[in-house]
Nanobody
């Protein structure tokens, strides 16, 4: 599956953004999907994941209660709603897919990746 992220941008601290990830192909529903992020000088880190049926979700502690992952299998889309944004959320955000996966938090389980979208949160 090929993945293309959109929705990044510049926002003030406390604000909101919604990222979208569009997937190609007819097997999207067979992929667990996740969002990762990478800040300058830091390693890529897990943000959130969602199971193939859209019911099970998994979040990094740093974004719990602020971010919400969701998916629309009919439209081949996965979303990341980000509220109460903090300066430390600034990063390039990547969408990733794991064929027949369960929504794990480890990046090495994901074989499909998008090109990333920049999110910048100003103070």
């Amino acid at each position: 599956v090929q993945l293309v992220e959109s929705g990044g941008g510049l926002v003030q601290a406390g604000g909101s953004l919604r990222l979208s990830c569009a997937a190609s192909g007819r097997t999207f529903s067979l992929y667990a999907m996740a969002w990762f992020r990478q800040a300058p000088g830091k390693e890529r880190e897990f943000v959130a994941a969602i199971g193939r049926n859209g019911i099970s979700t998994n979040y990094a502690d740093s974004v719990k209660e602020r971010f919400t992952i969701s998916r629309d299998n009919a439209k081949n889309l996965v979303y990341l709603q980000m509220d109460s944004l903090k300066v430390e959320d600034t990063a390039v955000y990547y969408c990733a897919g794991d064929f027949l996966g369960r929504g794990a938090g480890e990046a090495n389980k994901y074989g499909s990746w998008g090109q990333g979208t920049q999110v910048t949160v100003s103070s």
